[in-house]
């Protein structure tokens, strides 16, 4: 059973599976803006928590979700006299979940400091501990390098912005590989790279 102090981090969580079932603009926005608050006020209410990385990633994809909610809806003919606004607002949603992707990893990188630099092989439990907070730092490390690419698929085609977002991205997704070179994240994130490295046109370094 859920504690009362992560009942908002659950009910964000289920707001969010029941918004990924919805087609309806409206009713999908209204779930995602009560999923943003329920993990918003886990956040501000206990920032010490150990799930606190976890809920910053929650609200970050919440963040994503409802960006691409609205570049969906900018590209209906219905939407063109607000097809402007409705992609300012996706790209303040992308900018908003970046920075939120970042905090997560500041949180996670706290939490690996947190452990013993050597740790002896019977302590299983904490071995696994500090292991999943590594996966979560590189999780949250590959969200950020996505929304990046999300953020440059927002903007025009050859334009300078663009090109400047795409970079950062590659930057983020080699920093992942980097660190991860021998497990699935890592292989993950150097295709991602790939990709990047093909919207910019350089396919040599693709």
Known sequence: DAQPHSI?????????????LIDDFELRM?????ARDQFTQFITEHPSHPE????????????????RTQLERAKRPSNAEQQG??????KALFDEARTVFSGAEKDF????????????REQTELIAARQRAK???MQSRLLTGQVLFEMAAAEPDGSEHRSELLRQAADKFAEVYEDNRIVFGGLYARMWQ?????????LKQA
Do not use: H, W
């Open 8 to 20: 908002s981090f659950e009910a964000g969580k289920t707001l969010v599976q029941v918004a990924n």
């Open 30 to 34: 209204e779930q995602l803006d009560q």
């Open 52 to 67: 606190i990385g976890s809920a910053r990633m929650q609200l970050g994809n919440v963040l994503v979700a409802r960006g």
């Open 85 to 90: 606004p409705l992609e300012q607002e996706a």
């Open 109 to 120: 990188e706290e939490q690996i400091k947190s452990y013993p630099t050597i740790i002896d």
């Open 135 to 137: 996966t979560n730092r």
């Open 194 to 202: 790939g990709r990047c490295f093909q919207e910019m046109g350089e």
